[in-house]
């Protein structure tokens, strides 16, 4: 058996203080913690925000604790209740608005799927206009649940590349809602 000979660390890549990463895990960790939500709420899962938002439940311990309300500012579009189908080209036009990278959470079963609304006025799941990347199920959802959408948000930031919002398969998704 041949004797393994373990050498020191080039110097400049360990000491107190000091780690080696990839560019992309630090800027990853630095977004997620640091997300600025755009509430796009029209029903009762909107007063289920609130309570997240309050002091009990407090989502700005995940570092979302500026709310956005202005789409050029904003890093995650959470749509929370029932969209008529007249407010779908302006849930679109607020996505669109956003600049990227650009998250979207689903709040509630109106969101997700149209909920017990099953007529010809309301959209029957906003992934018909926009991508949406996290669902939270529930009608209205509780603040842990919207906690936890929040949470998986941060864990698709933290764990994206920085080349993917480039990549074909984005753009082809994209262009599978009609954005350029």
Not at 33 to 60: K, Q, R, V
Request: hydrophobic fraction near 40%.
């Amino acid at each position: 058996m041949s004797e393994i000979n373990i050498v020191d660390a080039p110097p400049g890549t360990e000491g107190p203080g000091f780690f080696a990463t990839s560019l992309d895990k630090v800027i990853g960790l630095a977004r997620s913690n640091s997300l600025w939500p755009l509430p796009f709420a029209t029903s009762c899962c909107g007063i289920e925000f609130m309570a997240t938002m309050g002091s009990h439940y407090d989502l700005g311990r995940f570092g979302a604790e500026r709310l956005s309300f202005s789409p050029r500012q904003a890093d995650v579009l959470m749509v929370m209740g029932t969209i008529a189908k007249k407010m779908a080209p302006v849930l679109k036009q607020v996505y669109i608005q956003m600049a990227e990278p650009r998250w979207v959470m689903a709040v509630g079963a109106c969101a997700s799927s149209g909920g017990i609304f099953d007529t010809y006025s309301v959209l029957q799941g906003i992934d018909e206009v926009i991508p949406v990347d996290v669902y939270v199920p529930g009608c209205p959802p509780r603040p842990e649940a919207i906690l936890d959408g929040f949470q998986r948000i941060q864990d698709l930031v933290k764990n994206e590349s920085g080349r993917r919002r480039n990549s074909d398969y984005y753009k082809e998704l994209l262009g599978q809602y009609g954005i350029k």
